[in-house]
């Protein structure tokens, strides 16, 4: 997980990425994802 600020311009590597976004823990789009991130947040939640 990241801290970071949802209004900064990030930069990033446009060759690998069309984007990047910042998700609400329950709008992560799991089928878009890592195959492992469902179970990572889940996890993630639980330490909360």
Excluded at 18 to 40: A, G, Q, Y
């Amino acid at each position: 997980m990241l801290k970071g600020d949802n209004h900064a311009t990030y930069q990033f590597d446009e060759e690998e990425f069309n984007n990047i976004r910042w998700f609400h823990l329950d709008e992560v789009p799991h089928s878009k994802s890592d195959p492992h991130m469902e179970r990572f947040i889940q996890k993630f939640k639980g330490n909360l």
